[in-house]
T-cell receptor
């Protein structure tokens, strides 16, 4: 079966750095997405990785290792507005997105 | 630019009744999707359409039907609602199945 695992909840302090991990087992791989979802709102796109390595976009970075079936999202200089759920999703061999359940990130002052 | 819109925003529906959730995008995207999101389960794909005139079944299609008569609209119909269909429904679109998806604001449906 296809499976994506990420921690259910994480807590971090304003101004700090946090890493949210995602491991996946899917039938094929055609890319990995990270989305942000604030409570009561729709998911919004953060990043996309299809090759191994680190993609940096401002305070957010995403890393991929295809051989390990592993990705992480790194958030730097945390702000209160970063309190949200972070969703990991993998495009499988049929180009369908398989979604993780999401990681709820709580930022404390 | 509206992007992708959904209607209604929320709805309470009696079990056994039918309902159509509407979704419209103005980005001329080829692919469109319907998801449901339940606590602790993440997003689950109900149906999808890679291009106008075609549709496909996702992970949880039972009890739902869709049509894609044109590029912009992708309605989702519940023929006879059951309480287990209580959920938040998101419509999304993308330029192609391998590209990022853009989501509508969601419809919160309660079936009693």
């Amino acid at each position: 079966g296809q499976n994506i695992d990420q921690p259910t909840e994480m807590t971090a302090t304003e101004g700090a750095i946090v890493q949210i991990n995602c491991t996946y087992q899917t039938s094929g791989f055609n890319g990995l997405f990270w989305y942000q979802q604030h409570a009561g709102e729709a998911p919004t796109f953060l990043s996309y990785n299809v090759l191994d390595g680190l993609e940096e976009k401002g305070r957010f970075s995403s890393f991929l290792s295809r051989s390990k079936g592993y990705s992480y999202l790194l958030l730097k200089e945390l702000q209160m507005k970063d309190s949200a759920s972070y969703l990991c999703a993998v495009t499988d061999s049929n180009y369908q997105l398989i979604w993780g359940a999401g990681t709820k990130l709580i930022i404390k002052p | 630019t509206a992007g992708i819109t959904q209607a209604p925003t929320s709805q309470i529906l009696a079990a056994g009744r039918s309902m159509t959730l509407r979704c419209t995008q103005d980005m001329r995207h080829n692919a469109m999707y319907w998801y449901r999101q339940d606590l602790g389960l993440g997003l689950r794909l109900i149906h999808y359409s890679n291009t106008a005139g075609t549709t496909g079944k996702g992970e949880v299609p039972d009890g739902y039907s869709v049509s894609r008569a044109n590029t912009d609209d992708f309605p989702l119909t519940l023929a006879s609602a059951v309480p287990s269909q209580t959920s938040v429904y998101f419509c999304a679109s993308s330029d192609s199945p391998s590209n990022e998806q853009f989501f509508g604001p969601g419809t919160r449906l309660t079936v009693l």
